[in-house]
């Protein structure tokens, strides 16, 4: 689907799988709503409010189709100290602040900045968020009634055995109704949602938070918002990645940061706490046949009427049910692919896959993973593009020319400045500069300490080749010319 089609291809161009898919993934969120809420230390209703605002609002804000924003795990952990420290109605307002930071990042494109995320980081990153989907299903497969594991194992082969026969209705949705018919027939007593906590029974309503407006609560609120909004938007923007990647579909990046933040506007106003795109649940309605912005829409209004009025019958299902469904996004989640090309891509890119499964793992974080990955990338691609600096060195009769070629910057200023024999200069030094480029203050720094260097020792020095763009940098910030001061504010 492509975004210069009519609106109705995006609304309603898949409308059968797309409600279907759109109730598994319902149904997939009202437990993690329910844990996130806990995390965050609040009651379970305002996760569940939140997934179904961010939900229905990012159906119609955002910028990619089919793709499932709600109360997420790594937010809630973000919320921790603000809501013991000072109560709900701070979150409802750090929610709110929230909303508007990423509205602002939309406005100012920096959706755009993903394209700086390297494969093998999205890689990394999307192989930790399999392993840590698969580790939060343990607490619910130790421990408890030996029923849980027929159950579980029993969903497992409807998920991966109707496929094969049928792919009228999604096979997760099969599997859920079929294990809770079978534990309300059996009266098989096992973990169900209901043990999660109390659904709401009511619908939600407009509530402004309750703060003072002044100063003083905005520099308490800007520190947590900042982080929720940064956080938000990362997971957003590599979920928008991976979403792109399976439905073979582009995406408006920076349409989705705002509308990111119209939601969480939309949840903080409703009682409701800030939340992020999820990737388990997009892979889910993806899996399920979801394409377009209804499967989104249906996600967030089937989980309200679910938890609302469907409550009876929801508190029944076996979480054994849904642990099947999570561990069937965890396996195909995890690029298995990755271990295999271990051996074939460069060791670099392979560190930084590894380096951001480990650190995403160890921490729970995925927003430390992905700054890992991308600092490691930054770090390899500085390394490998500072060693394509080349210093060429001929001579006749008394004079040496340097032909440098490369890209001069802060990784490569000292190997430039090394290629010179200062102590043994003779009386005329040419440096051909046409085949280089000087990107920084580092690396005029190191042209200066050169030039100053041969000058010094008797050598009469012609830099000769700069280009336009070098040579404004170096007429800036530069001092080797004669009578050169550097100009004032230069760093």
């Given at each position: 689907m492509r975004f210069d089609t009519p609106l109705r291809q995006q609304w309603l161009g898949n409308v059968r799988a797309d409600i279907l898919s759109g109730a598994v993934v319902a149904l997939a969120l009202i437990p993690e709503a329910i844990a996130f809420s806990i995390i965050a230390g609040v009651d379970p209703k305002v996760g569940l409010y939140a997934s179904f605002c961010i939900c229905v609002v990012i159906a119609v804000a955002g910028g990619r189709p089919a793709m499932i924003s709600a109360a997420t795990g790594a937010m809630a952990l973000l919320m921790v100290d603000l809501v013991r420290d000072?109560?709900?109605?701070?979150?409802?307002?750090?929610?709110?602040?929230?909303?508007?930071?990423?509205?602002?990042?939309?406005?100012?494109?920096?959706?755009?900045?993903?394209r700086f995320v390297s494969r093998s980081v999205i890689t990394g990153?999307?192989?930790?968020?399999?392993i840590l989907i698969f580790l939060a299903q343990l607490p619910e497969l130790i421990h408890v009634p030996w029923a849980v594991y027929p159950l579980c194992l029993g969903a497992l082969a409807i998920i991966y055995g109707l496929p094969r026969l049928t792919k009228a209705i999604p096979a997760p949705l099969v599997a859920i109704a079929v294990m809770t018919a079978i534990t309300l027939w059996l009266k098989i007593d096992v973990p169900t949602v209901?043990?999660?906590?109390?659904?709401?029974?009511?619908?939600?309503?407009?509530?402004?938070?309750?703060?003072p407006l002044t100063w003083e609560t905005l520099r308490l609120l800007l520190p947590t918002s900042a982080t929720l909004a940064v956080v938000g938007l990362l997971e957003t923007l590599m979920t928008t990645q991976i979403v792109e990647d399976m439905t073979e579909t582009p995406s408006q990046r920076n349409r989705e940061c705002a509308g990111q933040g119209l939601a969480n506007i939309g949840s903080g106003l409703i009682g409701g706490m800030a939340g992020c795109a999820m990737i388990g649940q997009s892979v889910i309605n993806v899996k399920s046949g979801g394409r377009s912005r209804l499967s989104t829409l249906v996600a967030g209004v089937v989980l309200l009427l679910l938890v609302v009025y469907g409550a009876p019958l929801v508190k029944q299902i076996p979480m054994a049910a849904l642990v099947a469904v999570m561990i069937m996004v965890s396996i195909g989640t995890f690029s298995w692919s990755s271990f295999a090309n271990l051996r074939i891509h460069p060791r670099s890119s392979s560190i930084v896959m590894i380096g951001t499964?480990?650190?995403?793992?160890?921490?729970?974080?995925?927003?430390?993973?992905?700054?890992?990955?991308?600092?490691?990338?930054?770090?390899?691609?500085?390394?490998?593009?500072?060693?394509?600096?080349?210093?060429?060195?001929?001579?006749?009769?008394?004079?040496?020319?340097?032909?440098?070629s490369g890209q001069v910057f802060f990784a490569s200023a000292a190997q430039f400045a090394s290629a010179f024999d200062v102590a043994h200069a003779p009386?005329?030094?040419?440096?051909?500069?046409?085949?280089?480029?000087f990107w920084d203050i580092s690396a005029v720094g190191a042209l200066d300490r050169v030039v100053l260097k041969l000058k010094a020792h008797g050598s009469a020095v012609e830099v000769r080749g700069l280009n336009a763009a070098s040579a404004t940098m170096v007429d800036a910030h530069g001092t080797h010319q004669e009578g050169r001061m550097p100009?004032?504010?230069?760093h």
């Open positions: 000072h109560g709900l109605q701070y979150l409802l307002a750090a929610t709110l602040l929230t909303g508007v930071l990423q509205v602002v990042a939309g406005l100012l494109k920096l959706g755009s900045l993903m990153f999307v192989n930790a968020l399999a209901g043990d999660k906590g109390q659904l709401p029974d009511s619908l939600p309503h407009f509530l402004f938070p309750d703060v499964v480990i650190v995403t793992v160890a921490t729970h974080d995925l927003a430390k993973g992905e700054l890992t990955g991308v600092l490691l990338s930054a770090l390899f691609f500085a390394r490998k593009v500072g060693r394509l600096l080349r210093v060429e060195i001929t001579q006749e009769g008394d004079t040496r020319r340097y032909s440098v009386a005329q030094v040419i440096i051909d500069v046409s085949a280089a480029h100009q004032r504010g230069a």
